[in-house]
C-alpha cells in the first residue's frame, strides 16, 4: 500500500481539509496514476455535505473528485492499453461487476454492482473508495481512459463527469441537426452541453437565472439566451423545443421548461438536487411530453466523447486553482459564480 495525500471532508459540515488515505499496490490489471488535475463536479459538493443522504449516504472521511486527469506511473503485468508515462484519464466509475448485461453493452454506468470513484465499499482496502482530490490513485485498466494529445489536460479533466453526462442524453436523443435544444444552468454541465449541442447542429438555446452569462452563452455556441427568471422573455418559446437537457443541482420548477417543449418533446434531467421536484402532470399530458434523466455514460462512450473532443478541439472552460483553495469553490459554486469549471492543479498538494 502507499500512503497518499488527500482533501477530505470529516463531516457534512466541516470543510475539506489535508489527510492521508492509502492507496493499494496495483495488481496485475491495475494501472497507478499521479493525478495531475481534478475537475470539480457540483456532485462533489451534494456528497461531501451529504445532501444524498436518502439515496446515497456520505460515509466520512471523503475524498471526492471525478474528472481526473494524470500521467501512469506504475502498471501490472497484465495491462496492455497502457504503459508509464502515458496520460490518462478516470471519471465517475473505477470498476463493475463485467458480467451483468449492462456491462456486456458497455453501459457500465447502469450495472448494480458498478464502483463509484469516491464512496463505494472498496474491494481491495474494505472501507470505501477516494476520489481524485489526492496525489494519486489505482485503478483497473479497464476504467481508464484514452486523452486526445492535443487539449490542455486542465481543460480535459471535467470531460469525464461533466463532459460525458452531457453528451450521452444529447447522442441519445437522435439528429439534432436543425432541431431546437434546451439547456437550462449555465454551470460544469450546462456549458459542456452547450457546446455539444451546437457542435451537432441544434439550435441552441440556454436557460440562465444569471443575466451576467449572457456573453459567454452566446461565445460557447448557444444561439439564443433566455433569463428564466423573466416571465416576458420565457412567454415567447412556450411550445417551441424540441428537446431540454436540465443541469440544475437546487430545486426549481421544471413545469416551466415543460411548458417550453412542443409536441413529443422531451425534457432529460441530469441534475441530481436534494429535493424531488414537483411535476404537473397537466404539463407532461397536453402534448404528450415525456421527462427522463441520465447517468453518466458507459466506458465504450466515454471514450467515443473524448475522441470527439479531440477531433473538434472542445475542452471545458475551466479556472485553475490549488487546492487549498476548494472550500471557497465550493461556495463559489453555490452561487452559480463559477466560469464554467473550476480544475484543481494538483502539484499545489505538494506544498502541504
Ligand atoms: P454547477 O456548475 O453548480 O451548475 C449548476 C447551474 O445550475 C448553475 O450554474 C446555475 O446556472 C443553475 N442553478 C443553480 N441553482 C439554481 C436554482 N436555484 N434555480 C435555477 N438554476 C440554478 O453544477 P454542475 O457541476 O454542472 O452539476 C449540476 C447538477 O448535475 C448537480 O446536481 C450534479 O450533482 C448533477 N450531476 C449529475 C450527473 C449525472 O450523471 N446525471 C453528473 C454530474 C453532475 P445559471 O447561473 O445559468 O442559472
Ligand atoms: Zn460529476
Redesign the pocket.
Known amino acids: 500500500m502507499t500512503t497518499t495525500r488527500a482533501y477530505s471532508a470529516a463531516s457534512a459540515t466541516s470543510p475539506l481539509a489535508l489527510d492521508s488515505i492509502q492507496r493499494r499496490d496495483t495488481t496485475e490489471t491495475d494501472v497507478q496514476i499521479e493525478i495531475l488535475y481534478c475537475g470539480?463536479?457540483?456532485?462533489d459538493?451534494?456528497y461531501a455535505r451529504d445532501e444524498w443522504h436518502k439515496v446515497m449516504p456520505t460515509i466520512y472521511p471523503c475524498v471526492p473528485g471525478h474528472e481526473i486527469v494524470g500521467r501512469v506511473t506504475t502498471v501490472g503485468a497484465k495491462v496492455t492499453k497502457f504503459k508509464v508515462g502515458d496520460n490518462v484519464g478516470v471519471g465517475?466509475m473505477v470498476d463493475s461487476d463485467h458480467t451483468c448485461q449492462n456491462c456486456k453493452d458497455g453501459q457500465e454506468?447502469l450495472c448494480p454492482n458498478m464502483t463509484m470513484t469516491y464512496g463505494s465499499p472498496d474491494k481491495h482496502l474494505g472501507g470505501v473508495t477516494y476520489g481524485g482530490y489526492s496525489e494519486s490513485i489505482v485503478v483497473d485498466e479497464s476504467f481508464v481512459l484514452n486523452l486526445p494529445a492535443n487539449l490542455d489536460p486542465a481543460g480535459v479533466a471535467p470531460l469525464l463527469?461533466?463532459g460525458?453526462?452531457t453528451y450521452s442524453p444529447i447522442r441519445r436523443w437522435g439528429d439534432l441537426n436543425g432541431k431546437k435544444v434546451g439547456v437550462?444552468?449555465?454551470?460544469?454541465?450546462?456549458?459542456m452541453g452547450v457546446k455539444f449541442a451546437h457542435a451537432f447542429g441544434a439550435h441552441v438555446v440556454?436557460?440562465?437565472?444569471?443575466p451576467g452569462?449572457e456573453e459567454d452563452?452566446l461565445r460557447l455556441g448557444a444561439d439564443e439566451v433566455i433569463v428564466?427568471t423573466d416571465a416576458d422573455q420565457m412567454q415567447g418559446h412556450a411550445g417551441t423545443f424540441d428537446f431540454i437537457l436540465d443541469?440544475?443541482?437546487?430545486?426549481?420548477d421544471i413545469n416551466a421548461f415543460i411548458n417550453m417543449l412542443g409536441v413529443g418533446g422531451n425534457i432529460t434531467?441530469?441534475?441530481?438536487?436534494e429535493k424531488p421536484l414537483a411535476v404537473m402532470a397537466f404539463a407532461l399530458l397536453a402534448g404528450r411530453k415525456s421527462i427522463s434523466?441520465?447517468?453518466?455514460g458507459g466506458i465504450p462512450e466515454t471514450q467515443e466523447m473524448l475522441d470527439f473532443c479531440g477531433e473538434h478541439d472542445i475542452t471545458a472552460d475551466v479556472e485553475v486553482i490549488p487546492i487549498q483553495k476548494i472550500n471557497e469553490a465550493y461556495e463559489r459554486?453555490?452561487t452559480?459564480d463559477?466560469k464554467?469549471?473550476f480544475s484543481i492543479d494538483m502539484a499545489s498538494l505538494e506544498a502541504e
Request: one cysteine or more; aromatic letters at 4%; a positive charge.
Open positions: 470539480i463536479c457540483h456532485s459538493l451534494h465517475c454506468q463527469c461533466a460525458i453526462t437550462v444552468g449555465l454551470g460544469g454541465l450546462g456549458h440556454v436557460f440562465t437565472t444569471s452569462k452563452a428564466s443541469t440544475v443541482s437546487a430545486d426549481h434531467l441530469v441534475g441530481a438536487p434523466g441520465s447517468l453518466i459554486m453555490l452559480s463559477v464554467y469549471r
